[in-house]
């Protein structure tokens, strides 16, 4: 486009000026809570996400926090949309010095230094962050989603469940985090189906569900039949072609009942009640809570399966994944973690 | 074979939105104002829709909505260039920050951060009889044809052989000619911004009504930049608009064909995801050489 200069609109200019700092208050104005009255004798906790809370991660953590302050132990508020522009060392600062949380729990990705950098400077205060990194002493712990376990099992109900042989995965960026599900994913499928052909496609997104369900539909073009929706877009595909699909971070059942088999659920429960517990008994230290997130202890887990989808599920199929899964309980199978970015198309033993 | 038909349909499917926007922005750029509030105009469109068929458990009526916030946020987009004659930059820009945010803010608002709600979204409809495997090209949203069989035609006919499509030619190009031939600029203006900002609208609410059935954030993903290159490309022209939304759209669906096939392994995704893009910037530059903007492009009308 060209760039015109227009000398006959300084008035109109200024207005539009005040109409864009107007609309950024209101943008601003959505990101924060309201803090609540203190002095209850609860634990104070305080959530600092850098996304929406309508981003499925993100939610997962603040859900578990809303169920603690349902259930009367915490006193919570948050702040969404923070960004990875530099406000969240502002934002948690802040905080820190105004409210004085007992806790803050958030996610660090995108914005680990200055998470880091406030915390060791509130040593009194349990933070508590999603981070590809280790904990610091004193108070800075650390945890992440380790969803792999219950995608393995997802995966072996994949590969028993194709009928064509391929099965579909669309995932959003191929960070650590995605690619080790998406892997375990695929290790499942060729437990069950040794001829089994996975395609693996990237939005390069975290959103985008048209273009997650684009994907999603060039892969039931390819002959998947089963597909596994990391994303929001996927399970509109399959539903459309009455096909099956298995949901992702939460039960998505409700979404499509009669195409969803299952989902591969992450819960913070676990890991917000221990560190709750931790900092009521006054014996809070730093970190690494991963087993929190993981199947033991309830952190992950497979969705209810659900057989009434469209062509069934072969017999026997539930009763090899649910004896995977006590396995796995147990501590007695291990599914591998592979970081590794998995190629558009994975043949079985190719 | 049925690499080529599940193609075409998805060309088809995915330049919908496209459509919609490309011809709503030739709308508002052939009448002078350049609309920067398109991409806030689909979100709004996509979010209202949505919310409204949700409520009353009807899409049809979902539509009806977003042509509404369509119509409104065209007539806010007048109100600030043309009653106020301010920059069109700026007020394109702030008009699509404040609709994104105000969405999401309402989305918060109504739904509160809980699980993802969904519709029943609109039917792939198929009227043609069947003519074996090629009819899977036919099987598409109403949306999908309507915008082919209908606005298309209509909005081409209206802008280049109805008087109405004169005068917002006309205001757009020498609006002082206009005007003393009787023709009313603001009221023109106006118009124009209002049926784009419309048909913008129903390409946001293509996503939440028909491909999808659920609101979720960024939606739009910078659908709505891609109609302001489109328009550029067709150079102000709604068949020409049309055809580059096709072979965007075309390339956008190859590539998702083209990553899952054995032996593209080796080529990074981020590559085939930038092809559509690549090719448009290629396209623009080749084709945008010695472009015909409208005359009165980016320039408020005063009486002088």
């Known amino acids: ?350 | 074979m049925t690499l080529l038909i599940d193609l075409l349909a998805a060309t088809l499917r995915n330049a919908t939105p496209l459509v919609y926007g490309t011809v709503g922005e030739t709308y508002a750029e052939r009448g002078g104002v350049l609309n920067l509030g398109i991409e806030g105009t689909m979100y709004a469109g996509a979010f209202v829709g949505f919310a409204a068929a949700l409520a009353t458990g009807s899409p049809l009526l979902g539509l009806v909505a977003a042509v509404g916030v369509g119509l409104l946020s065209g007539a806010v987009m007048a109100l600030l260039t043309v009653t106020f004659g301010a920059n069109q930059h700026v007020s394109g820009i702030g008009l699509t920050i404040g609709l994104i945010g105000a969405s999401e803010f309402a989305n918060r608002l109504i739904f509160r951060g809980g699980e993802l709600q969904r519709i029943e979204p609109m039917p792939l409809i198929n009227p043609l009889p069947d003519v074996g495997p090629v009819s899977a090209v036919f099987s598409q949203y109403g949306l999908t044809w309507v915008a082919f069989l209908l606005v298309v035609p209509l909005a081409w006919w209206v802008l280049q052989r109805s008087s109405f499509g004169l005068e917002i030619r006309a205001v757009g190009e020498n609006p002082e000619a206009a005007d003393a031939a009787g023709v009313s600029v603001p009221r023109t203006r106006y118009l124009a911004l209002m049926i784009g900002g419309a048909l913008m609208a129903v390409g946001g609410a293509f996503f939440t009504l028909a491909l999808l059935g659920s609101f979720t954030l960024d939606i739009i993903a910078g659908r709505g930049w891609v109609c302001i290159a489109l328009v550029i490309f067709g150079r102000w022209r709604i068949g020409r608009g049309v055809v580059g939304a096709l072979l965007f759209s075309l390339i956008y669906s190859l590539q998702f064909r083209l990553q899952i096939l054995p032996g593209f392994g080796d080529l990074p995704f981020e590559l085939l995801l930038a092809l559509p893009y690549l090719v448009v910037i290629g396209a623009l530059a080749l084709s945008g050489r010695n472009v015909a903007y409208p005359g009165a492009y980016l320039k408020p009308y005063r009486r002088s």
């Not at chain 1, 200019?13 to 601003?28: K, P, Q």
């Open chain 1, 1 to 350: 486009m060209g760039i015109r200069r227009n000398h006959d609109s300084h008035a109109g200019g200024r207005t539009s000026l005040v109409l864009v700092a107007l609309l950024a208050l209101v943008v601003s104005a959505c990101g924060t809570s309201s803090p609540s009255d203190s002095g209850s004798g609860k634990v104070k906790v305080f959530g600092a996400f850098a996304t929406q809370i309508e981003e499925p991660w993100d939610g997962v953590i603040h859900a578990a926090l809303e169920a603690e302050k349902a259930a009367g132990r915490i006193d919570y508020t948050f702040a969404d949309d923070i960004g990875y522009a530099g406000d969240m060392e502002r934002v948690l600062r802040q905080t820190s010095e105004e409210e004085k949380p007992d806790i803050i729990f958030g996610d660090a990705f995108g914005n680990e230094e200055a998470v880091r950098a406030v915390a060791a400077d509130f040593p009194d205060i349990a933070f508590v962050f999603g981070s590809g990194g280790g904990p610091a002493e004193p108070n800075f712990s650390v945890f992440d989603n380790w969803i792999h376990e219950p995608a393995y099992l997802a995966g072996m109900l994949a590969g028993g469940i194709t009928q064509t042989n391929v099965i579909g995965v669309v995932g959003g960026i191929p960070v650590p985090e995605v690619n080790r599900i998406v892997n375990a994913f695929i290790a499942g499928a060729q437990a069950t189906n040794p001829a089994v052909e996975v395609k693996v496609t990237f939005i390069n997104s975290w959103f985008d569900p048209g273009a997650a369900k684009e994907a999603a539909l060039a892969q039931v073009g390819a002959d998947a039949d089963v597909l596994y929706a990391e994303r929001f877009g996927v399970i509109e595909a399959a539903q459309e072609n009455d096909l099956v699909a298995i949901g992702n971070m939460s039960d998505q059942k409700a979404l499509a009942p009669a195409n969803v088999v299952t989902s591969v659920t992450w819960n913070m429960g676990p890991t917000v009640k221990y560190v709750i517990d931790q900092v009521m008994a006054g014996s809070y230290t730093s970190q690494d809570l991963k087993d929190f997130s993981m199947v033991g202890k309830g952190g992950a887990a497979l969705a209810e399966i659900n057989t009434d989808v469209p062509g069934g599920l072969p017999e026997g199929l539930v009763a090899d994944v649910q004896a995977r899964e006590a396995e796995i309980k147990a501590g007695t199978f291990r599914v591998d973690i592979n970081e590794g970015q998995p190629p558009g198309s994975t043949i079985a033993g190719g």
